[in-house]
């Protein structure tokens, strides 16, 4: 019987990357909260999670004739899907940064990390104990 680690991880997979990466640019908001006309950005994670999804579920593929000629735009890389975040209040230096939107929303990020983290633990511990019959 031939195991598939895409219909058993699901999305978790590529969530622990999307994840990983959202928390490397909120970092990097947060390091730049001072720095003058600095723009905010965060991954909109929602269009990530429906393009995996559409591209699971349809499996659409394209045919090139030389790889030098088409760029699959967003297959991969979770900066593609960058958006500017709109500030709660403008600043006098251009700075869009709110510090306390962006530590939450990076410890939001880091606990959904987490809990991705513990559901494929789980997942693995399931698959471990049913390759070992118990």
Known sequence: MF??????????????YML???SKVLATNIINADTP?????????KSVLQQSNSVVTRKVSLEVSDP????VVGSGNPYSNLVYRRPLQ????????????EIAAYTENAIRYQASLRFLSGK???IIRA????
């Open 90 to 101: 403008p600043s006098l230096d251009g700075n869009t940064v709110n510090s306390q939107q």
């Open 68 to 71: 030098d000629h088409i760029s």
């Open 131 to 134: 390759l070992k019959g118990e």
């Open 37 to 45: 006309n600095y723009k905010a950005r965060d991954i909109d994670f």
């Open 3 to 16: 195991l598939s680690f895409d219909n058993v991880l699901g999305v978790h997979e590529k969530a622990l």
């Open 20 to 22: 990983g990466e959202r």
């Open 124 to 126: 693995f511990s399931g």
